[in-house]
């Protein structure tokens, strides 16, 4: 380009003229390419967030926990109600003791879906901005108790005693917290705090309580029986005490497990996700069909299966009376769920709208189970 210096007229009108024309087509060239760049990366993103159907999945990885609370996943995979309604589809699965390492698992591809507890799925939508997973129907209801030595008889005596959860960040391990917190308590993460909270494996759990280690536990079954009956605790918090009904018209109800998705997988393959939740639907039915010494039965054989060692009959028929089974997630109590985790300082406030996705559930089940505002249904 000339560079014109003050006082120079010697730049010829055309050639100006030219210059001003070529300069104004470069702008405007810009502007369509930055239209364009714009318009694509719309596309490109809506298409991340909204992947189209890829058809049924070869291949559904579900992961679930060897605890009564999960009966429906033992009952649909070791029943084949699941593998029926896959299909094609090939099912691995994969058993966890507590819903955080089954997260990890969810979100770094390992596992496709998951039988958990809903305040880890509360997290993980919560730390990844309601991308990482989608809440697609309940399990199970009931079933937690906080268990402890015979001589504790009240909250007052729980100052400096030790107490194990399954796992930090777990369901049982929040309502531990957020329950200590309302009797005047204050428990830290680490471990310390009034009370000290062990985050311990199940099985290590029964051992360290037999050998005098632990003062109680707050555990789903069979594990509160197992400590009831096998090791001589005592029930100090049956949890179904602590749900009046107010957010859901169902008291004594709150939800201990329920089944999730990651949502790419779900928008990738409805299809796949459909057959689950019939398998999971039939599991159900199943469970609150069949009469009490079958139903024990069953669920005991596929412990077996998945452990290698099955429970006591007084373990497993106590544990049974004490959960209900349903494919409601009762989505009402997720707000107070929230703020139990923000109270025991292992997640922090979030709006939860999206968190469920209930429409494949209602269409299999042919009803209408509400997400109580927090997502689709």
Same mark, same amino acid.
Do not use: C
């Given at each position: 380009?000339?560079?014109?210096?003050?006082?120079?007229?010697?730049?010829?009108?055309?050639?100006r003229?030219?210059?001003?024309?070529?300069?104004?087509?470069?702008?405007?060239?810009?502007?369509?390419?930055?239209?364009?760049?714009?318009a694509?990366?719309?596309?490109?993103?809506?298409?991340?967030?909204?992947?189209?159907?890829?058809?049924?999945?070869?291949?559904?990885?579900?992961?679930?926990?060897?605890?009564?609370t999960?009966?429906?996943?033992?009952?649909?995979?070791?029943?084949?109600?699941?593998?029926?309604?896959?299909?094609?589809t090939?099912?691995?699965?994969?058993v966890?003791?507590?819903?955080p390492?089954?997260?990890?698992?969810?979100?770094?591809?390992?596992?496709?879906?998951?039988?958990?507890?809903?305040?880890?799925?509360?997290?993980?939508?919560v730390?990844?901005?309601?991308?990482?997973?989608?809440?697609?129907a309940?399990?199970?209801s009931?079933?937690?108790?906080?268990v402890?030595?015979?001589g504790?008889?009240s909250?007052?005596?729980?100052?400096?005693?030790?107490?194990?959860?399954?796992?930090?960040?777990?369901?049982?391990?929040?309502?531990?917290?957020?329950?200590?917190?309302? #009797?005047?308590? +204050?428990?830290?993460? =680490? $471990?310390?705090? *009034?009370? %000290?909270?062990? /985050?311990?494996?199940? !099985? #290590?759990?029964? +051992?360290?309580?037999? =050998? $005098?280690?632990? *003062?109680? %536990?707050?555990? /789903?079954?069979?594990? !509160?029986?197992?400590?009831?009956?096998?090791?001589?605790a005592?029930?100090?918090?049956?949890?179904?005490?602590?749900?009046?009904?107010?957010?859901?018209?169902?008291?004594?109800?709150?939800?201990?497990?329920?089944?999730?998705v990651?949502?790419?997988?779900?928008?990738?393959?409805?299809?796949?996700?459909?057959?689950?939740l019939?398998?999971?639907?039939?599991?159900?039915?199943?469970?609150?069909?069949?009469?009490?010494?079958?139903?024990?039965?069953?669920?005991?054989?596929?412990?077996?299966?998945?452990?290698?060692?099955?429970?006591?009959?007084?373990?497993?028929?106590?544990?049974?009376?004490?959960?209900?089974?349903?494919?409601?997630?009762?989505?009402?109590?997720?707000?107070?769920?929230?703020?139990?985790?923000?109270?025991?300082?292992?997640?922090?406030?979030?709006?939860?709208?999206?968190?469920?996705?209930?429409?494949?559930?209602?269409?299999?089940?042919?009803?209408?189970?509400?997400?109580?505002?927090?997502?689709?249904?």
């Amino acid at each position: 380009m000339t560079r014109i210096e003050a006082g120079d007229s010697q730049v010829p009108k055309r050639r100006r003229a030219l210059e001003i024309a070529l300069a104004l087509g470069l702008v405007l060239l810009i502007s369509v390419g930055a239209v364009v760049a714009s318009a694509v990366s719309r596309d490109t993103n809506a298409s991340a967030a909204s992947p189209a159907s890829l058809g049924p999945a070869d291949e559904l990885k579900l992961g679930y926990f060897g605890n009564i609370t999960h009966a429906p996943a033992l009952v649909g995979v070791n029943q084949g109600y699941i593998e029926k309604n896959l299909g094609d589809t090939k099912l691995s699965t994969q058993v966890f003791n507590a819903g955080p390492a089954a997260i990890e698992a969810l979100n770094a591809g390992a596992i496709d879906a998951t039988y958990i507890g809903p305040n880890p799925a509360i997290n993980s939508f919560v730390k990844s901005k309601g991308e990482s997973v989608s809440i697609i129907a309940g399990a199970a209801s009931g079933g937690a108790q906080l268990v402890v030595k015979p001589g504790i008889k009240s909250a007052a005596d729980l100052k400096g005693k030790t107490l194990a959860s399954p796992q930090l960040g777990g369901t049982q391990d929040v309502a531990l917290r957020a329950w200590l917190a309302k #009797q005047g308590y +204050k428990t830290t993460p =680490d $471990g310390g705090g *009034d009370v %000290a909270i062990n /985050p311990t494996e199940n !099985a #290590q759990t029964l +051992k360290l309580f037999q =050998d $005098g280690k632990l *003062d109680g %536990a707050w555990v /789903p079954e069979p594990w !509160a029986s197992r400590l009831v009956l096998q090791a001589g605790a005592k029930v100090l918090v049956d949890e179904k005490d602590l749900w009046d009904g107010s957010q859901t018209g169902k008291p004594g109800e709150f939800p201990t497990t329920i089944l999730i998705v990651n949502k790419k997988f779900a928008a990738e393959h409805p299809q796949t996700v459909e057959g689950l939740l019939k398998g999971h639907a039939e599991s159900v039915q199943w469970l609150n069909d069949t009469p009490a010494a079958e139903k024990a039965s069953k669920v005991n054989a596929a412990l077996k299966k998945d452990s290698g060692k099955a429970l006591q009959q007084n373990v497993i028929d106590r544990s049974l009376q004490n959960i209900t089974f349903t494919v409601d997630p009762l989505a009402g109590t997720y707000k107070k769920l929230l703020q139990d985790g923000v109270d025991a300082g292992t997640t922090k406030q979030a709006d939860l709208n999206g968190i469920f996705d209930l429409r494949a559930l209602n269409t299999v089940t042919k009803t209408k189970t509400s997400a109580a505002g927090l997502g689709q249904d």
